[in-house]
Structures are given as C-alpha cells and as structure tokens.
C-alpha cells in the first residue's frame, strides 16, 4: 500500500484499485490507509452479472459503505448470457468453453434467460443489451468492462445505455436470479423481523 501510495503522490498515477479481492482483504488494505494516511483504493475490479450475483453477500455492501467503485469484469458470463448457448447442450465452441474455472451458474442463468428472451422481443433490445443494462442499473456497479471481438459486438454491446427497465421488470429480474439465503443472513432476517413484530428471538 505504501509503494501504492508513493506512486500517487508522485504523480505517476491518479488512483489505485484492486481486483477479485475476499471482502475482509479489501476492508483490511482500505483500514490499513485510513490509519496511516495512506492513498486508498478507488475501485474494485470483480465478476458480476444477473447470474453470478454472489458478490452481494459481503463485497456490494462494503463497496457501498466505503464509497468504493465497482468495475465490473465478464457482465455476460463468458457469452452464456447473450442466450447464444443453450440449455440442451450441443453448443458451439467459443468464450464460454475456454475459462479455466466457471464464472457464472449455469442454472441460473439459463433460468434468467428465460426471462429475458420474451422481455428482449417485448422492449426491442438483444438479450446481451438487457444483461448489460441490468448491471448499469445497480447502484453499486461504476462501470462493466465488456469483451467484444468485434465491431458489431461492441456496437450492440453500447446500446444497453439506452434501456430503461419498468420497476416490475427490474423486479422479476431481480427475482429469477436472486441468491438463495445462507447464514449468517437468515439468522439476522429473522431477528429482524422478530424485533420489528416485538418479539424476542433469544427467549
């Protein structure tokens, strides 16, 4: 953090992030330069999409409080989520089969692309644009680094700026792709709830 800092005051960079950071290493290095005045992390490069949305566990809500930017790295889960691979099987080669480990849940996104191939025909938009734009709707999220190999790739890619969801929409998105509740969450929803209706969830 200190070689970080150095850079920074001497004006060889403007700002520095991390990337694919565990939530408590990140809060650890951003504690570390509060406490000794240090320049701290600007922004946090991380794996974020409709169907991988496990960052929202630890890492989302810390960005938030932290005031940390969130650049988001395979929006379109390898291509899975532009609906050109499906859930049979007997797909082509391509993005999808050359990552060395899996950045997305296949289930799920299959699921989510149920909802987003009648809601892409309904609004106009390609499948991609709708993945892409739901992304650009969440307010954590700063700005999503997308990998297009070709012009028209990139093309279709940057019209996802102009969709514009329908709060049902956004919700049954939210819906079909929401992660399933672990601990310690159910245990603090439950406490929650108790305390709101007056009862005692220890008694």
């Known amino acids: 953090m200190r070689v970080l800092d150095d850079l920074v005051r001497s004006g060889k960079i403007r700002y520095i992030g991390a990337s694919n950071f565990m939530a408590w ?21 991380a794996n974020y999409s409709l169907d991988n949305r496990d960052l929202e566990r630890e890492i989302t809500p810390l ?28 797909n082509e080669k391509g993005r999808l089969n050359d990552f060395p480990f899996e950045p997305f849940h296949k289930e799920r996104a299959f699921d989510v692309l149920d909802v987003l191939f009648p809601m892409a025909e309904q609004k106009g938009f390609s499948v991609a644009q709708l993945a892409l734009a739901w992304l650009l709707h969440q307010p954590v999220v700063s700005s999503i680094i997308i990998g297009a190999t ?54």
Request: hydrophobic share 35%; proline share 4%; glycine share 6%.
């Open 63 to 90: 960005l938030q409080d932290q005031k940390v930017g969130l650049l988001v790295w395979s929006p379109l889960s390898g291509g899975l989520l532009t609906g050109k691979y499906k859930r049979e099987g007997n």
């Open 25 to 45: 290493h990140l809060m650890k290095a951003l504690a570390y330069s509060t406490y000794n005045n240090l320049e701290k992390f600007a922004s946090l490069q």
């Open 150 to 203: 070709k012009m028209a790739q990139l093309q279709d890619n940057l019209k996802a700026i102009e969709v514009k969801f329908t709060p049902e929409e956004l919700k049954k998105l939210d819906t079909i792709s929401q992660l399933p509740v672990e601990y310690p969450k159910n245990v603090v929803d439950v406490m929650t709830a108790d305390r709101s209706s007056g009862q005692d969830f220890l008694s």
